[in-house]
T-cell receptor, first 114, second 114 residues
Framework: GAGVSQSPSNKVTEKGKDVELRCDPI?????LYWYRQSLGQGLEFLIY????????KSGLPSDRFSAERTGGSVSTLTIQRTQQEDSAVYLC????????????FGEGSWLTVV | AQSVTQLGSHVSVSEGALVLLRCNYS??????LFWYVQYPNQGLQLLLK??????LVKGINGFEAEFKKSETSFHLTKPSAHMSDAAEYFC????????????FGSGTRLLVRP
């Protein structure tokens, strides 16, 4: 597609349930990133993929959070046993791994845990 | 460690007035610097980036920013504000080839008065 595509755009879930958020990066982009945007914490880096591997998972806030990427393309961010503090906008981004160094963001998945 | 400081969580200007949004960074290596804009309920859009070429960088929508190493600053300016510039602006830093991820400032909300 023309841009980074994320789904769902909005998700309301009950505390304790698991959620999956999907990201479809720009075609040909080898690098993929997940960020979280919340009122109290601003924009936080979560995880970075180069191809299907994740050399940096340092931003994942707890072991309830995990992500995978398959075929060097689509990525899924999974949050298990959601808590109210997980409510945020989850932004996916992608880029070429070259000197252009431009990271393009999707419109985000708005997650509300009630 | 890298960090970004944006002075002023809110900036208000009159339509037609100069826009100045401040950003200071810290980095142990020559940085790559970015400004992103976020319109309500949308993702992040790249305005401009500095990647060690010209220190004065021109971006979209009439914005520009100047990299000043001596001041560790990368302030964003626009000579004449338009109502459509009202949005939140984020400054971000990465360490270029040695690090791929963006570290964001806390953002500045620009209000444009008619």
């Amino acid at each position: 597609g023309a841009g980074v595509s994320q789904s769902p755009s909005n998700k309301v879930t009950e505390k304790g349930k698991d959620v999956e958020l999907r990201c479809d990066p720009i075609s040909g982009h080898t690098a993929l990133y997940w960020y979280r945007q919340s009122l109290g914490q601003g924009l936080e880096f979560l995880i970075y993929f180069q191809g299907n591997s994740a050399p940096d998972k340092s931003g994942l806030p707890s072991d309830r959070f995990s992500a995978e990427r398959t075929g060097g393309s689509v990525s899924t961010l999974t949050i298990q046993r959601t808590q109210q503090e997980d409510s945020a906008v989850y932004l996916c981004a992608s880029s070429f791994r070259d000197r252009d160094h431009t990271i393009y963001f999707g419109e985000g998945s708005w997650l509300t845990v009630v | 460690a890298q960090s970004v400081t944006q002075l002023g969580s809110h900036v208000s200007v009159s339509e037609g007035a100069l826009v100045l949004l401040r950003c200071n960074y810290s980095s142990s290596v020559p940085p790559y610097l970015f400004w992103y804009v976020q319109y309500p309920n949308q993702g992040l859009q790249l305005l401009l980036k500095y990647t060690s070429a010209a220190t004065l960088v021109k971006g979209i929508n009439g914005f520009e920013a100047e990299f000043k190493k001596s001041e560790t600053s990368f302030h964003l300016t626009k000579p004449s504000a338009h109502m459509s510039d009202a949005a939140e602006y984020f400054c971000a830093v990465s360490e270029g080839d040695s690090s791929y991820k963006l570290i964001f400032g806390s953002g500045t909300r620009l209000l444009v008065r008619p």
